[in-house]
């Protein structure tokens, strides 16, 4: 295994939006070039593609279907380069770039109708979901960013009552629940349910740059705990610089953590990074040359992921 990457984009919205996300963050953003990064290292990629609802373009379950669809259409292309991974057996399938699909933000998705969504999900080949993005929504609170005018300014953290169906009805179906963009109370109510599994696929520390995304060492511990993962995300967002990226890695083993992270990259989205990590080859070649031990570097590319997807799927 090259790298495991928990958060990633796909071109799957619809033209031209796209050629404007190539354009403004200079990422690649179709399948071809990962077979390509694939070959060159003679390793198996896998990503966690995410599925977007974007109202105006498509929204529910037919942009669910959408972009399934035409996702489907790239990989049959590719003749058995590429393969959507739903199960522990499809990790050691033959294929070059395995995709691991998950939803990102269920606020189109009615309290009345969960458990039929779910399904329906599930058997489109969704394996996670982000229950809240950018805006609070009928599950709960966001992390309130100042420049989404739609957020609440207070964090009211869960609505208890839809949000025991909803974690209720993922861990039925083995949907892994991913605490990003949820606020500090949503998560701290979240990680009390019971869940079949839970993440943080992209996100920072906060002791490193304390930002509304970072995680807490607090946060960390309990993940940790629970068998999670927390992804490592190279964003402007995030970190201000390819040493501070770095310096999070090192984090863990520095608190008494020497698993359960890796990297979750938001490549594709509307983001800048630093000259060192701004796509895959720049970061395998930075973090490859960087002071990080052996197991530090192995556990970042690819063993705390494979070792969440062996429990999750």
Not at 42 to 63: A, C, D, M, Q, R
Not at 180 to 197: E, R
Not at 201 to 208: C, E, P, R, V
Request: aromatic share 8%.
């Amino acid at each position: 295994m090259l790298l495991i990457d928990l958060h990633t984009h796909i071109n799957l919205l619809p033209n031209p939006l796209p050629w404007l996300l190539e354009y403004i963050c200079k990422q690649d953003l179709s399948i071809e070039n990962y077979v390509e990064l694939s070959k060159k290292h003679n390793k198996k990629i896998i990503l966690s593609p995410v599925i977007y609802n974007v109202p105006g373009i498509h929204w529910g379950l037919t942009g669910v279907e959408h972009q399934i669809r035409k996702l489907t259409h790239q990989t049959q292309l590719l003749n058995g380069k590429v393969k959507i991974l739903k199960s522990k057996e499809d990790l050691d399938s033959e294929f070059m770039v395995g995709l691991v699909l998950q939803l990102e933000s269920c606020r189109w998705i009615r309290e009345s109708n969960t458990k039929n969504t779910l399904e329906q999900l599930h058997e489109l080949g969704i394996r996670g979901v982000i229950p809240i993005h950018f805006i609070d929504n009928w599950l709960g609170s966001s992390c309130n960013y100042p420049y989404v005018p739609t957020n609440s300014s207070q964090d009211r953290g869960l609505s208890h009552n839809q949000a025991h169906v909803f974690f209720q009805e993922c861990k039925n179906l083995k949907l892994w629940i991913d605490l990003s963009h949820m606020s500090t109370n949503a998560i701290d109510a979240t990680l009390k349910f019971n869940h079949h599994s839970i993440c943080m696929t992209h996100t920072s520390i906060k002791d490193i740059q304390d930002t509304k995304r970072a995680i807490s060492k607090d946060h960390i511990k309990q993940l940790v705990k629970l068998n999670g993962f927390i992804g490592l995300s190279p964003t402007d967002r995030f970190v201000s610089s390819t040493s501070q990226f770095i310096k999070m890695i090192q984090y863990f083993h520095e608190i008494g953590v020497n698993g359960h992270y890796g990297f979750g990259s938001d490549y594709g989205a509307p983001i800048k990074t630093d000259k060192g990590l701004e796509n895959y080859e720049k970061l395998i070649t930075t973090i490859s040359q960087s002071n990080l031990n052996k197991s530090q570097r192995d556990q970042f590319f690819y063993q705390g992921a494979l070792s969440f997807l062996k429990e999750s799927l």
